[in-house]
């Protein structure tokens, strides 16, 4: 009789018996030896610094080039961040008492100018675990919504529960500035989602044993915690701080006084003030400083002007013009664009103030019809001319586009 060559069970005994050349194997067996093999695999892929390639803070940029249009000193900060918190990683040399400490990062910049998509983009080439998370449903302790813990929830997922690895990862916390104070004006009620929240970061910021919830969620005296070391994480917050050019402009015009006060303000970029951005913004904003002391490395993205709109819809590896071609190559139809139909996306983007988000969403509303179309058809091409693309967005609801 058939069976199992480890576990002697008979055919009739097991759910399947897989034959071999010399013995056979149950489906228990085979199910046993894959977990004993993932076990061996986690102990060899354990985090080794010394295995990581360090690349130089050129390569970094360069990578990053290759997916982001413009915003050159936003990427030369990142990729210096990044490079110095791998040396930091890989300092042993501690005989001469100089400790390295981490730089974590501020970004300023509109809506729709590419804070995530730099995060996003160093997170294809980082060795070390990485994650995006969203600042605006943090909350005080107690209060609805998530604790400041389950940040590093999502890094410990990502690292796949290997509290190591999660050790040296970076954090990207997005809409930082949705936690600002909401007022200097004491109140009776608390500021849970703003100073309470910003209070709450400071020990993740700092460095500190933090006690993790490892499903995330609400704390509570009899749930396991996972303590985490917060000391080699790096932390790069990025936020819109929608009206801090008024801040800026403020403190800028308070020191306009004397004979050479016309010429200092002619000498002032009022297009792009938020090249001038210092702390004592941040601070107006509504972040407490103790906060922004914890967020030494202050760097703001350009606004997108037209020629990077442009370039921003052909040149990435990931441009949205490719991908719409590869969409409808998947269909076997050529898809091809009128160069004044790209001139056309661009002013309009421009119009509805959206930033690079704005040009997938003008797309969308160019191509869905074609998208519904297209596939039931039996056409092989598409050409988009610049009379369709004005059509297909007069028929529109451009409300919706809009920013007020």
């Given at each position: 009789?058939?069976?199992?060559?480890?576990?002697?069970?008979?055919?009739?005994?097991?759910?399947?018996?897989?034959?071999?050349?010399?013995?056979?194997?149950?489906?228990?067996?085979?199910?046993?030896?894959?977990?004993?093999?993932?076990?061996?695999?986690?102990?060899?892929?354990?985090?080794?610094?010394?295995?990581?390639?360090?690349?130089?803070?050129?390569?970094?940029?360069?990578?990053?080039?290759?997916?982001?249009?413009?915003?050159?000193?936003?990427?030369?900060?990142?990729?210096?961040?990044?490079?110095?918190?791998?040396?930091?990683?890989?300092?042993?040399?501690?005989?001469?008492?100089?400790?390295?400490?981490?730089?974590?990062?501020?970004?300023?910049?509109?809506?729709?100018?590419?804070?995530?998509?730099?995060?996003?983009?160093?997170?294809?080439?980082?060795?070390?675990?990485?994650?995006?998370?969203?600042?605006?449903?943090?909350?005080?302790?107690?209060?609805?919504?998530?604790?400041?813990?389950?940040?590093?929830?999502?890094?410990?997922?990502?690292?796949?529960?290997?509290?190591?690895?999660?050790?040296?990862?970076?954090?990207?916390?997005?809409?930082?500035?949705?936690?600002?104070?909401?007022?200097?004006?004491?109140?009776?009620?608390?500021?849970?989602?703003?100073?309470?929240?910003?209070?709450?970061?400071?020990?993740?910021?700092?460095?500190?044993?933090?006690?993790?919830?490892?499903?995330?969620?609400?704390?509570?005296?009899?749930?396991?915690?996972?303590?985490?070391?917060?000391?080699?994480?790096?932390?790069?917050?990025?936020?819109?701080?929608?009206?801090?050019?008024?801040?800026?402009?403020?403190?800028?015009?308070?020191?306009?006084?004397?004979?050479?006060?016309?010429?200092?303000?002619?000498?002032?970029?009022?297009?792009?003030?938020?090249?001038?951005?210092?702390?004592?913004?941040?601070?107006?904003?509504?972040?407490?400083?103790?906060?922004?002391?914890?967020?030494?490395?202050?760097?703001?993205?350009?606004?997108?002007?037209?020629?990077?709109?442009?370039?921003?819809?052909?040149?990435?590896?990931?441009?949205?013009i490719k991908q719409y071609e590869k969409l409808f190559r998947m269909d076997g139809v050529e898809l091809t664009f009128e160069k004044k139909v790209l001139e056309f996306i661009v002013d309009k983007a421009l119009e509805f103030?959206?930033?690079?988000?704005?040009?997938?969403?003008?797309?969308e509303a160019i191509m869905v019809d074609a998208m519904f179309e297209i596939p039931s058809t039996k056409e092989t091409s598409l050409h988009i001319t610049v009379n369709y693309a004005k059509k297909k967005m007069s028929n529109?609801?451009?409300?919706?586009?809009?920013?007020?």
């Amino acid at each position: 009789m058939d069976k199992c060559s480890f576990c002697g069970r008979s055919k009739k005994d097991v759910n399947i018996l897989i034959a071999g050349v010399s013995g056979h194997i149950c489906d228990s067996c085979i199910e046993q030896a894959h977990q004993i093999i993932l076990e061996e695999f986690k102990q060899k892929d354990s985090f080794d610094i010394s295995s990581i390639k360090l690349l130089k803070p050129i390569e970094i940029k360069a990578f990053l080039d290759l997916y982001v249009i413009g915003q050159d000193e936003a990427k030369k900060v990142l990729s210096v961040a990044v490079y110095n918190h791998y040396k930091r990683l890989a300092q042993k040399d501690t005989k001469d008492d100089v400790e390295i400490e981490k730089s974590n990062i501020i970004m300023v910049g509109e809506t729709g100018t590419g804070k995530t998509l730099l995060a996003r983009t160093i997170a294809r080439m980082l060795h070390v675990p990485f994650t995006i998370v969203d600042a605006t449903v943090l909350t005080e302790a107690g209060y609805v919504g998530e604790d400041i813990e389950t940040i590093l929830t999502r890094l410990l997922q990502v690292a796949d529960y290997d509290v190591t690895s999660a050790e040296k990862g970076i954090v990207f916390i997005d809409e930082i500035d949705k936690i600002a104070r909401k007022s200097d004006n004491p109140s009776i009620t608390r500021d849970v989602s703003g100073e309470g929240v910003q209070q709450g970061l400071l020990k993740l910021l700092e460095g500190s044993i933090v006690n993790v919830p490892p499903q995330g969620g609400r704390k509570h005296p009899d749930q396991k915690m996972i303590p985490v070391n917060t000391k080699d994480i790096l932390f790069i917050a990025g936020g819109a701080f929608d009206g801090i050019e008024q801040k800026i402009g403020q403190r800028m015009n308070t020191k306009m006084v004397g004979y050479s006060a016309s010429k200092d303000k002619d000498a002032i970029d009022r297009e792009n003030l938020l090249q001038y951005i210092g702390p004592q913004d941040l601070k107006a904003f509504g972040l407490i400083p103790e906060i922004i002391g914890r967020l030494p490395i202050l760097t703001y993205l350009e606004a997108l002007d037209r020629d990077t709109l442009r370039n921003i819809l052909t040149e990435p590896k990931n441009s949205i013009i490719k991908q719409y071609e590869k969409l409808f190559r998947m269909d076997g139809v050529e898809l091809t664009f009128e160069k004044k139909v790209l001139e056309f996306i661009v002013d309009k983007a421009l119009e509805f103030k959206l930033g690079a988000r704005g040009l997938r969403s003008i797309c969308e509303a160019i191509m869905v019809d074609a998208m519904f179309e297209i596939p039931s058809t039996k056409e092989t091409s598409l050409h988009i001319t610049v009379n369709y693309a004005k059509k297909k967005m007069s028929n529109t609801n451009m409300k919706k586009l809009r920013v007020a």
